[in-house]
Every structure is written in C-alpha cells, then in structure tokens.
C-alpha cells in the first residue's frame, strides 16, 4: 500500500459509503457529486492495492480487506474527532496550562478566585508563584508568566493593566495602644512611633512614604520586615505601628486595632497585568473571563472594581 497516496479525506468518503450502504447517500451526506464519490472510492481502492467492497445481495459489502480498513479508518477519524473535541475545550479556555504570579499582600483574597476556577476547570493546568514586587518585576521582565497580580502596576510600555479589586491600606495598632481610643488622629501625632514596614520597592511601603512625604512627615524610628504575617504579628505583640492592606487582617484581629487616622485608609488597587506583546494561552485568556464573570461572587463585592474587558480592548488589536 502507497501510504503517502492515503489521505484523511479518503478514508472519511470511505466511512461514509460505508455507513451509508451507498455511494449516493455518503455523497448525499457529504455534500459532494456521486461520481465525486466514486473516483475517491476508485482512489483508495488503488492506494490500498486489494478490493474494498464488492456488490451482494443487500448492496455494498465489504470484503475482507475492506472490514480491516474500516476498522483502522474508524480509529483515524475517531482519534481526529477527539483531537477536534480537544481543540474547542482548549479554545473555549477549558483546558490547557498558564501561569500567575501575585504580590505577596494578593494571596489574602486571590485563593478565593482561583479555587472555585481550579474546581470548574479541573482540566487546566495552573501554576501560581508568589513573590515581592522586586521578584514580579524581574519575572515580568523574563517572561516567566501569562498574567501577573500587582497593586502598583508597573509603567512599563509592555504592560496592560487593570484593576479588579479595592486595597485600603489602614494603620494598625497594638491593641492597648494609647492613642486607640481618640477620635481622630494625624500622622504628626505618631511620627515619633516605632513603624514597622516592608523591604524597599514594596507597593504598600512606596505608597504609604509617598503619602507621609506629601504630609512634610519623616519617620525617625522604622524597623524592616520580611512579611505582612510578621508585620501583623509585630504589631500585636507591642512591637510597633504599621499600615497595611485591609485584606491581611483577618475579621477578627485579636491584639490589633485599626487606628482613626485622617486621611486614611490610603486608596490603593490591585491590579491584572498582561504583556501587550505576548499572546495569551486559551487557558488564561479563559481565566480573566471567568474572573470578569464572577468576582463578586467570590471576593468581597464591597471592594470589587472590575475592569478586566480593558486587557482584552487593548491587546485585541496587537493580536489580531
């Protein structure tokens, strides 16, 4: 058998007839001519070298040779179905793999996401990386992931953002601290205190001294953290003042107070962040569209701000 004569659409016509029991209602199905079918039967016949089909008493029957195609014909075109099945989950964002990757203050509230996604598209293949901003930044810059989690976006000519979530930042307090119980306070009331802060580059730490240096405020007692788990348990235990995203504090916080303090809570956002120069996987473009569907019905809606639409509105075109 001449296998580089044998093609897809041979074995499909064959199918057909075969189905069928003639040659004019394979080609009746197939929207093609009768003697369109014919030549192709003609075709394969030659191809494979022996008889496929013969005339019996009850129309077509297949010969030996004929079943043994069939069968392998059925396997091809079977296989192909399932690969056509397979494409249109992956298209329709149903299967697949992609990556994220979130600031670290983020894995407070985006589990809440991606678990009821992970559960709905059990086929997908996630992979989830949590770094610090510095760490984002680099893995941005390297290509690493499919779509990134910042509350600072980055202003790189490269990045397409938008925001889907509110993250006040508040100032926390020992529990017992003095200055829990006024009404009202300023930040020229704490300069002297002990703050407690993140690494340098951190979004939180960035716009929180942004703000104390449009207050004409220099803080003279700072201790460095690693974390806002450290942070939040520093605090607790009298260690010093903080700001931090609302979403780290849990709805109870024993030992922590959220302190009355003008001016705040500080307006910050998180963020989606794409590459405009880099095709979304099916996979992920499948992710954004199930957040955009339903972030209120996993995360807090009070905080929801949902302008995931523009990522597409503004890559659509670099993409087409």
Same mark, same amino acid.
């Given at each position: 058998?001449?296998?580089?004569?044998?093609?897809?659409?041979?074995?499909?016509?064959?199918?057909a007839?075969?189905?069928?029991?003639?040659v004019?209602?394979?080609?009746?199905?197939?929207?093609?001519?009768?003697?369109?079918?014919?030549?192709?039967?003609?075709?394969?016949?030659?191809?494979?070298?022996?008889? @496929?089909?013969?005339?019996?008493?009850k129309?077509? =029957?297949?010969?030996?040779?004929? !079943?043994e /195609?069939?069968? +392998?014909? %059925?396997?091809?075109?079977?296989?192909?179905?399932?690969?056509?099945?397979?494409?249109?989950?992956?298209?329709?964002?149903?299967?697949g793999?992609f990556?994220?990757?979130?600031?670290?203050?983020?894995?407070?509230?985006?589990?809440?996401l991606?678990?009821?996604?992970s559960?709905?598209?059990?086929e997908?293949?996630?992979?989830l990386e949590?770094?610090?901003?510095?760490?984002?930044?680099?893995?941005?810059?390297?290509?690493?992931?499919?779509?990134?989690?910042?509350?600072?976006?980055?202003?790189?000519?490269q990045?397409?953002a938008?925001?889907?979530?509110?993250?006040?930042?508040?100032?926390i307090?020992?529990?017992?601290?003095?200055?829990?119980?006024?009404?009202?306070?300023?930040?020229?009331? @704490?300069k002297h205190?002990?703050?407690l802060?993140? =690494?340098?580059?951190?979004?939180? !730490?960035? /716009?929180f001294? +942004?703000? %104390?240096h449009?207050?004409?405020?220099?803080?003279?007692?700072?201790?460095q953290?690693a974390?806002?788990e450290?942070?939040?348990?520093?605090?607790?235990?009298?260690?010093?003042?903080?700001?931090?995203?609302?979403?780290?504090?849990?709805l109870?916080?024993?030992?922590?107070?959220?302190l009355?303090?003008?001016?705040?809570?500080?307006?910050?956002?998180?963020?989606f962040?794409?590459?405009?120069?880099?095709?979304?996987p099916?996979?992920?473009?499948?992710?954004?569209?199930?957040?955009a569907?339903?972030?209120?019905q996993?995360?807090?809606?009070?905080?929801?701000?949902?302008?995931i639409?523009?990522l597409f509105?503004q890559?659509?075109?670099?993409?087409?």
């Open positions: 058998m001449r296998l580089r004569h044998l093609t897809f659409r041979l074995l499909e016509v064959y199918v007839v075969v189905r069928t029991g003639s004019t209602a394979a080609a009746h199905q197939l929207h093609l001519s009768q003697p369109t079918v014919s030549q192709q039967l003609k075709r394969l016949t030659e191809t494979v070298g022996e008889p @496929l089909l013969r005339t019996g008493n129309g077509l =029957e297949l010969t030996d040779v004929g !079943r /195609l069939y069968r +392998s014909a %059925l396997d091809v075109t079977g296989r192909f179905e399932d690969f056509a099945d397979y494409l249109s989950e992956l298209r329709g964002g149903h299967r793999r990556s994220i990757a979130l600031v670290n203050t983020a894995q407070y509230v985006l589990p809440r991606l678990g009821p996604y559960q709905a598209f059990p997908v293949d996630l992979t949590i770094g610090n901003r510095q760490q984002l930044l680099q893995r941005f810059e390297q290509q690493l992931d499919d779509v990134y989690v910042f509350s600072h976006p980055p202003a790189l000519e990045a397409v938008a925001r889907f979530l509110r993250n006040p930042l508040v100032m307090a020992p529990q017992h601290y003095p200055l829990v119980q006024k009404a009202q306070l300023s930040i020229h009331d @704490l205190e002990r703050f802060l993140r =690494e340098p580059g951190s979004a939180t !730490r960035m /716009l001294e +942004s703000w %104390l449009a207050q004409g405020v220099q803080l003279s007692d700072t201790l953290m974390s806002n450290a942070i939040r348990v520093g605090v607790s235990s009298g260690m010093g003042l903080a700001v931090v995203s609302r979403h780290v504090l849990p109870q916080h024993p030992g922590i107070e959220v009355p303090l003008q001016q705040f809570p500080l307006d910050s956002h998180w963020h962040i794409i590459r405009r120069d880099r095709r979304l099916h996979a992920a473009r499948g992710f954004l569209d199930y957040a569907g339903s972030l209120e996993w995360l807090p809606a009070e905080y929801v701000c949902n302008e639409e523009r509105s890559t659509r075109e670099e993409w087409a």
